[in-house]
Structure formats: structure tokens, C-alpha cells
């Protein structure tokens, strides 16, 4: 047995790269591009939180528009915008100018619209340096193609193309790129389990109810511009409420006190555009199957992690995370405490929120019923539309009643009136409310029948009810309508 005198070669150990302390980029392609180290191509998922977070703020711009030009006293409007309320034509090339120029203004300045700057992406040039503002232009003409075809020459090219290139990019020699950040410590952890998910979730939404229905009970009614104004933004301020939560400490009041954090699938900070959609599609994962899919799936993701890329895991390392709770807590309180001492809400006044003809249950009525306890007509039981002859069931579902013993004692009165305005029915204490038939949950449902006369003329009939309490001597109305046809 000879002895190997020959060394072998031995691997000298050699410092790792400044760029594997960051998330990964895509390979190399073969078309020259000029990127600089800490930065890498924008993925899909990257592009898409974007564009979404672009067109989030896009409509709330076209609202305060819309609003102020509502508002604007006639003797003052110039005559280009009294005409684009007697011409749809002009109204909508006016849109679709502002559209344009939001996205070609921003990214010919600053190279990346609000939304581009939220998901910490910027538009480069492929062979290097800042696009021209020619580039700019083809780039953002070629929307009127890219949209109509986005699943050609929009999502396909950009998912066929090495850079993520939809047609205008690839005609205009531009693509997204995306600043690398630091892979945390916390990217190793475990995912989280489906039921710490749910209860982190559950006390993350008594502080969103909280601090959204502070906000409601704050908007001031006498002031109907600002009303208006404050009600539209309710939606996006709840949002904002989470999403700079989780974008600013990576958790929520709900999560922390469960240990989780939300990161990138990267194991990196998620942007604030990312965690934007992640939370857009939190309405979807308000179900079953969404939590089905947390258990079944490797990184226990949701509809919205999946589409945002993020992972939610197991970590209590670091003390960012911690400044969540007062962060929550010390907002929902400032807006609770704002709204109960507001003499002039919507809920004191007695007034109604309403998305067209349609009454929005902003506070749920069994909660209404314990918060406020006052005699209240909940809701209605009546068809919509009637043939002359037909016979009308009408039903009531009221609460805030008093009771004599086990009896509560109400009546109603009732009014209808024709499609001219005629009085054809008038019924005091038809509705009577007089039974022992209480559920715990403190409502009566109460109900009465009439039949239409064979001759009744075709039109709009209006039915007023008003309900009066014998003890507590309160009293509600309540004007609903149907069709005869």
C-alpha cells in the first residue's frame, strides 16, 4: 500500500458576496442590461401590488374631483366643465387624459408613480440609466393595448419575458426594477399555525371595529361636505390603520401578542404596497376555505399571502415589533374616544347611511340594541311589486320596546298612499304588538295583511308605518314603497 505523497488540492475558504446578504435575483439573461448590485428585476407579484396601490389612490383622486366639481357654485365653473356634464364623451376623455398623465408625469419626474414608489420599484432603462421621457411616452401608450389584451401582451409578455416585460416596456427598451433589502433574522422561523392565525385575527378585528366605527361616529352630519368627504375615507383610513402596522413593525397587535411577523417568501421586509394587497383581499379570506387553504398549503398561506408574496411566521426576535400595540391600540382608542364624544353623530341624529337605495348596516342590530336602546323599526317584509287584487304582506322586525311584565305593549299605524299622492288606506292601531312571544335577543317580529283594490291604478305606492310604545310612550316612522304593476 503506497502513501499518496501528492497534496490534494485543498478549497480555500473565500468570503461571501456583499449580494448573498440579500434576497436572491433571477439569473442572468443574454440581452445586455446595466443593473446596479443592490438592485434586481421586479417580479410579477412586485408589479402587480404597483399597480394596484397606483389605482387605490387613482380613485380617491377621481372622488375629490368629482366631489369638488359637485360643489362648485354654477356661476364660477368655467364653460370646459359645464360642458362635460351635458357631454359623456368629453367627461370621459377627460378621465382617461388625467389617467395618462398621473402615470406619464410621475414616471417621466421621478421615474415611478406613488404606487411604483410604495412597492419600492423604480423604471429603468435596459441598457442603464434613467428612461427619457420619450421612453416614458411609448411606454405608457401602449396602455390602450396592454389592458384590453392583458393576458397577451400585458401579464403574458411580462411572464414570458425574462425582465417582466409587458409590450410598452419591451417597444419603449424599459423595465422595473426593485431595490434588494437585507434578508432578516426572522426568515428562518417556522410558518404560523392556522389557529394563532385565527385568534391574532380576531383581536385585530375588535381594534379595526373599534377604531372604523370611532371614526363613523366622529364625522361631523351638520357639515354635509365634510360628512361625505370623511364617510368615502373610513375605508381606506381602516386600511391604512393595518397595512402601516405591518409595512412600518412587520406585525399587528393581534400577531404580536401571538408571536408572528409578516415577511416577504424572501425572508425580506415587505413593502408597503405588498402588504396594501395583501390586505385587499382580506374580505376573501374571511372564510372557511380560506383558512383551509392556511392548513393545507407548505407555508401556511392565504389567498392574500399567496398573491402578495408574503409568509406569516413564529418569531418574537427584535423589539420593532413590539411597537405595534400602542401603535393600534392608542389609534383605536383616539378615534373611539372622538366618536363617543361627539354630540352630533349619525347615530344621535337618528340618520342612516345608504349606498344608492340601499340602507348600509353599519352597526349590526343586535348590537344596536344594547348600545342604544330606543324603540326602532329594524327592518321590512314587503314585496317589491303587486298585480291590482293581489293581497300584501307586510312584516315588521322592531326592538327597543318596553315591557309590562312579560307583554310588551306596541302598536302601529298605517298610511298608504297612491301613485298620486291619494290617501287610500288609513289603519290606526292595525299593527299591534301585543304578544309574549320575546326571543333573548330582545325582538318582536309583527305583522299585518291588506288586498288591493281589483281596480288599484298602476304606479308607485308609498307605505308609512309609525309604531308607537304604550309605556315608554316612544315613537318611530318608517316610509317604504312598492309597484303596482
Known amino acids: 500500500m503506497t502513501e499518496n505523497l501528492i497534496d490534494e488540492p485543498t478549497q480555500e475558504s473565500t468570503p461571501i458576496p456583499d449580494a448573498q446578504l440579500f434576497s436572491p435575483a433571477p439569473p442572468e439573461s443574454d440581452e445586455p442590461i446595466n443593473l446596479p448590485s443592490d438592485y434586481r428585476i421586479a417580479n410579477l407579484r412586485e408589479r402587480f401590488a404597483a399597480w394596484v396601490t397606483d389605482h ?30 351635458q357631454n359623456r364623451f368629453l367627461a370621459a376623455t377627460g378621465l382617461t387624459a388625467g389617467y395618462f398623465l398621473y402615470f406619464f408625469c410621475l414616471e417621466g419626474v421621478l421615474t415611478a408613480t406613488f404606487g411604483k414608489l410604495l412597492a419600492g420599484t423604480s423604471l429603468r ?22 389592458y384590453p389584451l392583458f393576458w397577451l401582451t400585458g401579464a403574458g409578455f411580462a411572464e414570458a419575458t425574462h425582465h417582466h416585460q409587458r409590450l410598452g416596456d419591451l ?10 433589502h437585507p434578508i432578516l433574522p426572522d426568515a ?11 385568534i391574532a385575527l380576531l383581536f385585530d378585528i375588535v381594534l379595526m371595529a373599534v377604531f372604523t366605527y370611532g371614526l363613523l361616529l366622529a364625522i361631523p352630519v351638520q357639515k354635509p361636505l365634510v360628512a361625505l368627504a370623511l364617510l368615502n375615507l373610513i375605508p381606506a383610513l381602516t386600511l391604512l390603520y393595518m397595512v402601516c402596522s405591518e409595512a412600518w413593525f412587520h406585525t399587528t397587535f393581534g400577531k404580536c401578542l401571538l408571536g408572528l411577523k409578516v415577511l416577504t417568501e424572501e425572508g425580506t421586509s415587505p413593502s408597503f404596497a405588498t402588504i396594501l394587497l395583501r390586505y385587499l383581499f382580506l374580505p376573501l379570506d374571511l372564510n372557511p376555505l380560506s383558512y383551509l387553504l392556511v392548513l393545507l398549503s407548505r407555508q ?3 389567498l392574500g399571502d399567496l398573491c402578495s408574496g408574503t409568509i406569516v411566521v413564529v418569531s418574537r426576535k427584535g423589539w420593532r415589533g413590539w411597537f405595534a400595540i400602542p401603535f393600534m391600540l392608542s389609534l383605536a382608542g383616539a378615534a373611539g374616544f372622538a366618536g363617543s364624544v361627539n354630540p352630533q353623530n349619525f347615530l ?24 342604544q336602546p330606543q324603540l326602532r323599526i329594524e327592518s321590512i317584509d314587503l314585496k317589491d311589486s303587486f298585480k291590482p287584487g293581489e293581497r300584501v304582506n307586510l312584516g315588521l322586525k322592531i326592538s327597543g320596546f318596553q315591557m309590562k311584565g312579560s307583554r310588551p305593549m306596541v302598536q302601529g299605524d298605517l298610511l298608504i298612499q ?52 304604550k309605556l315608554s310612550h316612544q315613537q318611530t316612522k318608517t316610509v317604504r314603497s312598492f309597484q303596482v304593476q
Open 188 to 198: 428562518s422561523a417556522p410558518p404560523g399555525g392556522t389557529l394563532r392565525r385565527a
Open 125 to 146: 432603462k435596459i441598457r442603464g440609466g434613467t428612461p427619457s421621457i420619450f421612453s416614458v411616452l411609448i411606454r405608457n401608450l401602449f396602455r390602450v393595448i396592454d
Open 418 to 469: 297612491g301613485p298620486d299622492g291619494e290617501v287610500i288606506l288609513t289603519a290606526p292601531g292595525l299593527l299591534n304588538g301585543n304578544t309574549t312571544t320575546i326571543t333573548w335577543l330582545k325582538s318582536l317580529t309583527i305583522a299585518t295583511q291588506f288586498d288591493l283594490n281589483p281596480q288599484a291604478i298602476s304606479g308607485k305606492y308609498q307605505v308609512e308605518v309609525t309604531l308607537h310604545d
Open 300 to 302: 401556511k398561506q392565504r
Open 56 to 85: 387605490v389612490i387613482l380613485l380617491y383622486l377621481i372622488f375629490a374631483g368629482y366631489i369638488a366639481y359637485r360643489h362648485l357654485d354654477p356661476k364660477n365653473v368655467p364653460v370646459v366643465l359645464t360642458h362635460l356634464k
Open 348 to 371: 344621535k341624529n337618528d340618520l342612516k347611511i345608504m349606498l344608492g337605495s340601499h340602507e348600509l348596516p353599519v352597526i349590526p342590530p343586535l348590537v344596536m340594541r344594547y348600545i
Open 171 to 180: 417597444l419603449a427598451g424599459t423595465f422595473l426594477s426593485k431595490k434588494l
